[in-house]
Nanobody, 125 residues
Framework: QVQLVESGGGSVQAGESVRLSCTAS????????MGWFRQPPGKEREGVAT???????TYADSVKGRFTISRDNAKNTLYLQMNGLKPEDTAMYYC???????????????????WGQGTQVTVSS
Protein backbone atom coordinates (compact mmCIF):
# COMPACT_ATOMS: atom_id res chain seq x y z
CA GLN A 1 0.00 0.00 0.00
CA VAL A 2 1.12 3.51 -0.74
CA GLN A 3 1.95 5.84 2.16
CA LEU A 4 -0.13 9.02 2.12
CA VAL A 5 0.35 12.16 4.21
CA GLU A 6 -2.18 15.00 4.30
CA SER A 7 -1.44 18.61 5.21
CA GLY A 8 -3.02 22.05 5.05
CA GLY A 9 -5.87 21.76 7.50
CA GLY A 10 -6.68 24.37 10.12
CA SER A 11 -9.35 26.62 11.60
CA VAL A 12 -11.01 29.21 9.39
CA GLN A 13 -14.09 31.43 9.28
CA ALA A 14 -17.10 30.65 7.14
CA GLY A 15 -16.58 31.86 3.58
CA GLU A 16 -12.82 31.47 3.65
CA SER A 17 -10.68 29.06 1.66
CA VAL A 18 -8.29 26.24 2.46
CA ARG A 19 -6.11 24.06 0.26
CA LEU A 20 -5.31 20.55 1.38
CA SER A 21 -2.39 18.55 0.06
CA CYS A 22 -1.70 14.83 0.08
CA THR A 23 1.76 13.56 -0.73
CA ALA A 24 2.67 9.99 -1.48
CA SER A 25 5.97 8.32 -0.80
CA UNK A 26 7.44 5.20 -2.25
CA UNK A 27 5.12 4.99 -5.25
CA UNK A 28 4.23 7.06 -8.26
CA UNK A 29 0.60 8.09 -8.12
CA UNK A 30 0.39 8.44 -11.88
CA UNK A 31 -1.83 5.39 -12.39
CA UNK A 32 -3.85 5.67 -9.22
CA UNK A 33 -7.42 6.72 -8.68
CA MET A 34 -7.21 9.33 -5.91
CA GLY A 35 -9.88 10.65 -3.61
CA TRP A 36 -10.70 12.97 -0.73
CA PHE A 37 -13.04 11.89 2.02
CA ARG A 38 -14.16 13.53 5.23
CA GLN A 39 -15.56 12.47 8.57
CA PRO A 40 -17.57 15.06 10.49
CA PRO A 41 -17.69 14.71 14.28
CA GLY A 42 -19.95 11.82 15.27
CA LYS A 43 -20.70 10.85 11.67
CA GLU A 44 -19.51 8.31 9.14
CA ARG A 45 -16.76 8.97 6.63
CA GLU A 46 -18.11 10.27 3.32
CA GLY A 47 -16.76 10.82 -0.16
CA VAL A 48 -15.92 14.36 -1.23
CA ALA A 49 -14.21 14.08 -4.61
CA THR A 50 -12.20 11.70 -6.75
CA UNK A 51 -9.85 12.18 -9.68
CA UNK A 52 -8.72 9.73 -12.29
CA UNK A 53 -5.26 9.37 -13.74
CA UNK A 54 -6.55 11.21 -16.82
CA UNK A 55 -7.88 14.09 -14.74
CA UNK A 56 -11.57 13.21 -14.80
CA UNK A 57 -13.25 14.25 -11.58
CA THR A 58 -16.30 13.35 -9.52
CA TYR A 59 -17.75 15.42 -6.68
CA ALA A 60 -20.27 14.94 -3.93
CA ASP A 61 -23.31 17.16 -4.45
CA SER A 62 -22.60 18.98 -1.20
CA VAL A 63 -19.29 20.39 -2.48
CA LYS A 64 -19.93 20.89 -6.20
CA GLY A 65 -19.00 24.40 -7.29
CA ARG A 66 -17.02 25.08 -4.10
CA PHE A 67 -14.31 22.40 -3.98
CA THR A 68 -11.80 21.46 -6.67
CA ILE A 69 -9.72 18.30 -6.68
CA SER A 70 -6.50 18.25 -8.68
CA ARG A 71 -3.29 16.31 -8.94
CA ASP A 72 0.33 16.94 -9.85
CA ASN A 73 1.79 13.61 -10.85
CA ALA A 74 5.29 15.09 -11.20
CA LYS A 75 5.15 16.09 -7.52
CA ASN A 76 3.26 12.95 -6.51
CA THR A 77 0.73 15.19 -4.81
CA LEU A 78 -3.05 15.43 -4.63
CA TYR A 79 -4.84 18.69 -3.78
CA LEU A 80 -8.24 19.80 -2.60
CA GLN A 81 -9.01 23.49 -2.99
CA MET A 82 -11.95 24.37 -0.75
CA ASN A 83 -13.65 27.72 -1.28
CA GLY A 84 -16.71 29.20 0.35
CA LEU A 85 -16.32 27.00 3.40
CA LYS A 86 -19.32 26.41 5.63
CA PRO A 87 -19.54 25.22 9.25
CA GLU A 88 -20.93 21.92 7.97
CA ASP A 89 -17.64 21.33 6.14
CA THR A 90 -15.98 20.86 9.54
CA ALA A 91 -14.43 17.39 9.51
CA MET A 92 -11.30 15.32 9.46
CA TYR A 93 -10.24 15.13 5.81
CA TYR A 94 -8.54 12.05 4.42
CA CYS A 95 -6.92 11.29 1.10
CA UNK A 96 -7.13 7.83 -0.40
CA UNK A 97 -5.60 5.90 -3.28
CA UNK A 98 -6.28 2.83 -5.33
CA UNK A 99 -4.15 1.44 -8.14
CA UNK A 100 -6.92 1.40 -10.70
CA UNK A 101 -9.14 3.54 -12.88
CA UNK A 102 -11.77 5.36 -10.83
CA UNK A 103 -15.05 3.50 -10.85
CA UNK A 104 -18.63 4.79 -10.82
CA UNK A 105 -18.70 3.97 -7.11
CA UNK A 106 -15.33 5.51 -6.19
CA UNK A 107 -16.95 7.98 -3.77
CA UNK A 108 -17.56 4.96 -1.55
CA UNK A 109 -14.99 4.42 1.20
CA UNK A 110 -14.84 0.71 0.37
CA UNK A 111 -13.39 1.45 -3.07
CA UNK A 112 -10.00 2.62 -1.71
CA UNK A 113 -7.33 0.54 -0.01
CA UNK A 114 -4.72 3.13 0.98
CA TRP A 115 -5.49 5.97 3.38
CA GLY A 116 -3.71 8.85 5.00
CA GLN A 117 -3.97 9.77 8.67
CA GLY A 118 -6.15 12.81 8.04
CA THR A 119 -6.00 16.55 8.58
CA GLN A 120 -8.58 18.52 10.55
CA VAL A 121 -10.55 21.38 9.02
CA THR A 122 -12.70 23.45 11.35
CA VAL A 123 -15.01 26.15 10.01
CA SER A 124 -16.61 28.59 12.43
CA SER A 125 -19.56 30.83 11.70
Amino acid sequence: QVQLVESGGGSVQAGESVRLSCTASGYSLKNYCMGWFRQPPGKEREGVATINSDGRTTYADSVKGRFTISRDNAKNTLYLQMNGLKPEDTAMYYCAARYDYCSWWSLNTRYFDSWGQGTQVTVSS
